[in-house]
């Protein structure tokens, strides 16, 4: 049985740029109880790696 992993490893310079989109949304639970309402809310995220050189993959197999 082969197992192959693939390891990441960054640099301590910024390789990636993440940023957060305005807005949060809110979503009441329809389903929970009077008492016990429950909520959820979800955030926009988005990201691009700006530093090509600054990521490293490595391949690990055994």
Sequence with gaps: MSFEQIITCMESINPLLL??????????DPYSSKPFVEFYHTARVGGDVVNFEAIKLQKIST
């Design 19 to 28: 940023r957060y989109r305005q807005g949060v949304r809110m979503l009441r």
